[in-house]
């Protein structure tokens, strides 16, 4: 399990802000397996086969641990 913010930190690049993820969330602009997530605290458990993040129209990730 791991937060929705902590999520998107590790997956986007490092100069991306924390203002700027809640940005995202708040246009609904972020996208788990197709369902989308508004709330930052938002805890993530992520199955064996993972799960598919996008994150705005054209960033595209596949998270596995």
Known sequence: SVSLFELLRKCMSKETSGKEIRRL???NAVEINGSAVKELESIINIPEEGLNLRVGKK???KVVF
């Open 25 to 27: 969330l708040d246009q």
């Open 59 to 61: 960033k595209w990730f």
